[in-house]
């Protein structure tokens, strides 16, 4: 079974940083790309940003873009680290590591999610 777990979540001020990592342990898996997501209370579960894990290539969502980075911290265990800036209180949610891993459809793999608060 794969594993994901998130950590760097807290409280932070409007404007301010916060950064978001992402471990994979358990059985060993090969993945296409790795992402973030956040839901909101009351909002659907949203992709924030993703990363393919073979070329680099990123995505962002157009509410993050030029704010958050997502980074390959190890290549080889596919640990994710999503830098966020210029936060806003309407960043606030849970947010969430997922690997959409090779030959599976879409994301099958999702962290337990840790809380990120901006406050005004």
């Known amino acids: 079974q794969v594993r994901l777990t998130e950590s760097g979540g807290g409280l932070v001020q409007a404007g301010g940083s916060l950064r978001l990592s992402c471990a994979a342990s358990?059985?060993?898996?090969?993945?296409?790309?790795m992402g973030w997501f956040r839901q909101a209370p009351g909002k659907a579960r949203e992709l924030v940003a993703r990363?393919?894990?073979?070329?680099?290539?990123?995505?962002y969502a157009d509410s993050v873009k030029g704010r958050f980075d997502i980074s390959r911290a190890s290549a080889a265990k596919y640990t994710t680290s999503l830098q966020m800036s210029s936060l806003k209180p309407e960043d606030t949610a849970v947010y969430y590591c997922?690997?959409?891993?090779?030959?599976?459809?879409?994301?099958?793999?999702w962290g337990q999610g840790t809380q990120v608060t901006v406050a005004s």
């Open positions: 997922a690997a959409h891993r090779t030959g599976a459809e879409n994301y099958d793999s």
């Open positions: 358990g059985r060993p898996f090969s993945a296409a790309a």
């Open positions: 990363i393919r894990w073979a070329n680099g290539e990123t995505y």
